[in-house]
């Protein structure tokens, strides 16, 4: 099994509705993360969060939102999904050095689009 | 704005070349510089890092090598394979604890 696993690993919806992507690790990591790549633009950083209460926002978050259910649960939600939110999403996780080297570990992504 | 500029955007080389990809930055706060692979359909995947007080390092075939003064640094695949066939991401850390991502070099190996 990964890892990190990320659910639904694809999803097509419609503007206006609300998703919510799942993400869950095994790693033991305290540090988990929500990057969303798109071509050209690399990996941008939505949301991270270094323990069960502590959130921070990205570069990039407009329009999200998340919740740290548990250390090894964090999901990202779109409360009314627009189609310039479609792309890839990625959750990862770290533990403090490797925040501090740029060590992360990824999930395989859930592709996102919105019609 | 992206914080670390990555080219080309894309190469093809032949099995046995070398693969070069270039990245630049401008926030000298930059701490450690990672290197990530991503194949088809998966996550990255940290492929090598540098520290910033360090002017190369070597894992197997490839090498990044680094230039504090010109704040460059590049990633070299010596004898590509095919298997070296996938998107290579340059990345920075720094003190607020955000890795700024390049925009991603696309690899083909040709047999």
């Known amino acids: 099994d990964a890892d990190v696993t990320q659910t639904p690993r694809n999803r097509i919806t419609k503007t206006g509705k609300r998703i919510m992507l799942e993400c869950s690790q095994t790693k033991g990591h305290d540090r988990m993360y929500w990057y969303r790549q798109d071509p050209g633009l690399g990996l941008r950083l939505i949301y991270y969060?270094?323990?069960?209460?502590?959130?921070n926002k990205g570069e990039i978050s407009d329009g999200y939102s998340v919740s740290r259910q548990a250390q090894a649960k964090f999901s990202l939600s779109l409360e009314s999904a627009i189609p310039n939110q479609t792309a890839l999403y990625f959750c990862a996780t770290s533990d403090p050095w490797g925040t501090h080297t740029g060590e992360l570990f990824f999930g395989e992504g859930s592709r996102l689009t919105v019609l | 704005q992206q914080q670390v500029k990555q080219s080309p955007q894309s190469l093809i080389v032949q099995k046995g070349g070398i693969s070069i990809i270039n990245c630049a930055y401008e926030n000298t706060a930059f701490d450690y510089f990672p290197w990530y692979q991503q194949f088809p359909g998966k996550g990255p995947a940290l492929l090598i890092a540098?520290?910033?007080?360090?002017s190369e390092k070597k894992e197997g075939r490839f090498t990044i090598s680094f230039n504090k003064s010109a704040k460059q640094f590049s990633l070299h695949i010596m004898d590509s394979q095919p298997g070296d066939s996938a998107t290579y991401f340059c990345?920075?850390?720094?003190?607020?604890?955000?890795?700024?991502f390049g925009a991603g070099t696309t690899v083909t190996v040709r047999a």
């Open positions: 990345a920075a850390t720094s003190t607020d604890y955000k890795l700024s």
């Open positions: 969060s270094f323990d069960v209460k502590d959130i």
């Open positions: 540098i520290r910033p007080d360090v």
